[in-house]
């Protein structure tokens, strides 16, 4: 069971990536992420309105980051440019069944470093959380969460070669 | 030799989630951007300041998608939620040595996907251009862009266990 908790969410500004966090835990294999900072319905309910038409089971929260972090029964990667490279402790990670995934908003308090398991870096370069999630449950899962079926979806791709399809069921 | 056009960027509302496109494409082993839709310079000059600060060699353009697509000598590839999966293409797409990667914006005008040699999706799930874009290049380069090299670099991460670490060059 992995869940996310993203950090520091603000209103406004942070909407769509947090939206787009919370569309990647769900699309590679999370179960439910936590968002911590504002409290914002509107980008919550966005991530929600998805799993209502998309399908499976997503949980979307608000919480507290300490909470969150403290009542956790499982190993916290915290993904940070600051950590030790994905590629050396994916393998001892992947071992690990119930995680934590924590993903940084614009200012990561220095505590979080300490309460984390694992501080991980998805290279040592400055880009993106979002990226850095997707990279991260894609490297856990190897490639598994690509098959991932969603039960009870309304909405569904056909893959094409060229154009768009969806089916509606 | 792989550049990312990104498509339809809007002025304000598509800053960040574009800017995380540039820096993930330069992160993850690209080796330049070009932005289509809105001229943003402060956006483009966002990106060009990490590359001026981390090092490496990464390109950020403005052009039209039209024309950057027809002039581009090589395979394009559009990533694409409504293409065939990542996993049934990659090993054919891995041969090939120049390759454009286009990622979409909000809405993507239907040519996109006749002019492109590939649509491939990376889950059949709605969710970020950016972990697309991640996912994509990590596939691609078999997880070498991780151990990439950026030369003329001012800060570079010193990778630690617990806390930050950053060394001025």
């Known amino acids: 069971m992995i869940k996310v908790l993203r950090l520091g969410h603000r209103l406004g500004r942070d909407a769509r990536i947090s939206t787009h966090c919370g569309l990647v835990a769900r699309a590679f294999g999370a179960s439910g992420i936590v968002y911590s900072g504002d409290r914002d319905k509107k980008m919550m309910d966005s991530v929600k309105k998805v799993t209502g038409e998309w399908g499976g089971k997503f949980s979307v929260k608000y919480s507290s980051f ?3 972090i403290k009542n956790f029964k499982g190993t916290k ?27 940084g908003g614009e200012k990561v308090s220095g505590e979080i470093y300490h ?12 880009h ?31 893959p094409l070669d060229k154009g768009k399809k969806i089916k509606r069921i």
């Open 128 to 158: 993106s959380e979002i990226a850095a999630l997707g990279v991260f449950l894609h490297e856990y899962f190897q490639g598994r969460e690509l098959e991932k079926r969603f039960p009870g979806a309304k909405l569904k791709v056909v």
């Open 77 to 103: 990667v915290h993904l940070t440019v600051y950590g030790i490279p994905i590629q050396k402790k994916i393998n001892e990670v992947r071992k690990k069944r119930d995680i934590l995934v924590i993903v």
């Open 66 to 68: 300490k909470s969150t």
């Open 115 to 126: 309460m984390a398991d694992y501080n991980i870096a998805v290279t040592g370069q400055p």
